[in-house]
């Protein structure tokens, strides 16, 4: 490229011809043809020159607007080309900001998943939690539940070991009391037969002691009587009958004391068989007594423990029951908190699930990592303007027209051809789509140029 690039071009054609050229043709008329042959012949000449100074002002008029064009289109080359450039800048840089800003936005999205997974986990863990110590207080409430009903009954039946306990006391009282009543009323009915007996006794041994008494009164009266009756000195028959008499009344008196003693003897032995068949009668009273009082007791305390059997027996049924109920309600109890458990397992499950599908989407949108093409490349350099000057007219011979030279693409219209070939393949890597527009609309401007600038040459010589 010239460095007088933006010094104006000068013609080599410094006054072309801008009048008429004025040739003499001689007379008219009768002339002869050799006359005519000439002016014609001059004729060609000059407009062949006028023709060469016009094709040589155009030439250089061509050429000068062909370097002024030049210095265009690599001016225009290389400002696209910056422009190229600033504009894949600009591309990549909001590229690789909207890439920087969608790679934080998934990561922010990603952290507020995580956060959302780590709070609902968190209200799943306090939900689990409140509902294990539920069940824990229900399972508590239920031991002491069961303890209470421990209690209770562990007293009835300590109740009913009392009631037992106090119906064997009351059977051993009712026997120890019917034993001492039997007991003391045979003693007293003993003590009554033997003073039954003893007065009998004694009064045997009175009755005795007087008739032994009565006796001896008898025997001192019959001494008496017959010391009477022998002191009286009475003798023989009458003194033996007295002394027989006497001694009759003695022996008949005798006869009836022993008599009386006699009978009083087996009355009395009567009165002690009457008195033994009282006692034994008494004692066997006591003793059907004391046997009633003894079954009757014996028979309350086997009504009462009959009834604290019973009593046992249904006490150990309801806590039967009452255990089996128990049990059952704790099995509950773990069936629930197995429930439970399970669905913190389905929530924590979900919440994996949902984290998942979240950064599933978030993963979804975020943007490809930037891909640029290549950097554009520099523009052609375009070749140095020759100036090449039309070829001198030759002369025309006598007789012969001129030949009109072939309208060529000028070199103007060749440089906007490069130039158009230029921008086009600079305009190939631009991916911005700002540039599309304004290359075509230079390419546009150029061809129409061209096409001017062509139609302005077409007519001279290069």
Do not use: C, H
């Not at 039946?157 to 106090?166: C, I, N, R, T, Y």
């Not at 004694?202 to 006796?215: G, S």
């Not at 309600?329 to 389905?346: D, K, V």
């Amino acid at each position: 490229m010239a460095t007088n690039q933006n010094k104006p071009f000068q013609s080599a054609v410094a006054n072309p011809v801008t009048s008429s050229l004025s040739i003499d043709y001689g007379k008219t008329g009768k002339a002869g043809s050799k006359t005519a042959n000439r002016n014609i012949k001059s004729y060609q000449d000059v407009s062949q020159l006028a023709g060469f100074e016009f094709a040589l002002d155009e030439g250089a008029r061509d050429f000068e607007a062909a370097t002024v064009t030049q210095a265009l289109q690599e001016n225009q080359a290389k400002s696209t080309f910056i422009d190229q450039m600033k504009q894949r800048d600009i591309q990549m840089n909001a590229q690789l900001k909207a890439y920087k800003e969608n790679q934080q936005l998934v990561a922010n999205q990603l952290a507020f998943n995580q956060q959302g997974a780590k709070g609902a986990l968190r209200d799943s863990e306090t939900v689990f939690g409140d509902r294990v110590k539920q069940l824990q207080y229900q399972e508590q409430e239920l031991g002491l539940r069961r303890e209470e009903q421990a209690i209770a009954t562990a007293s009835q039946l300590s109740a009913l070991k009392v009631g037992d306990f106090e119906a064997k006391q009351s059977k051993r009282f009712a026997d120890a009391d019917a034993e001492k009543n039997k007991l003391l009323r045979d003693t007293a009915a003993n003590l009554q037969y033997r003073q039954d007996i003893s007065s009998v006794d004694y009064e045997l041994e009175t009755q005795q002691a007087e008739t032994a008494f009565q006796l001896q009164q008898i025997n001192i009266q019959e001494i008496v009587n017959l010391g009477k009756v022998r002191s009286s000195g009475r003798t023989g028959v009458s003194a033996s009958r007295a002394e027989q008499t006497i001694m009759a009344l003695a022996g008949l008196n005798t006869s009836k004391l022993n008599n009386s003693l006699n009978r009083f003897t087996l009355n009395t032995e009567n009165k002690k068989k009457f008195i033994l068949e009282k006692e034994t009668d008494t004692k066997d009273s006591n003793l059907a007594e004391y046997t009633s009082t003894t079954n009757r007791a014996k028979s309350q305390k086997e009504v009462a423990l009959a009834k604290s059997s019973i009593d046992n027996t249904r006490l150990k049924e309801i806590e039967t029951v009452t255990n089996t109920r128990f049990d059952m309600n704790r099995e509950e109890l773990g069936e629930t908190l197995i429930s439970a458990l399970n669905g913190y397992q389905q929530s924590k499950e979900q919440i994996f699930f949902d984290k998942f599908k979240a950064d599933s989407q978030a993963y979804a949108q975020r943007m490809a990592t930037p891909q640029f093409a290549d950097a554009p490349k520099e523009p052609f350099k375009i070749p140095e303007l020759t100036y090449i000057q039309p070829p001198v007219p030759l002369e025309t011979p006598m007789g012969a027209s001129a030949r009109q030279p072939q309208n060529k693409t000028s070199t103007f219209g060749k440089i906007l051809q490069i130039g158009g070939m230029i921008a086009s393949a600079v305009a190939i890597p631009l991916t911005a789509g700002a540039s599309a527009p304004l290359t075509a609309a230079w390419g546009a401007a150029l061809a129409g140029g061209g096409a001017a600038a062509t139609g302005i040459g077409g007519s001279g010589w290069i």
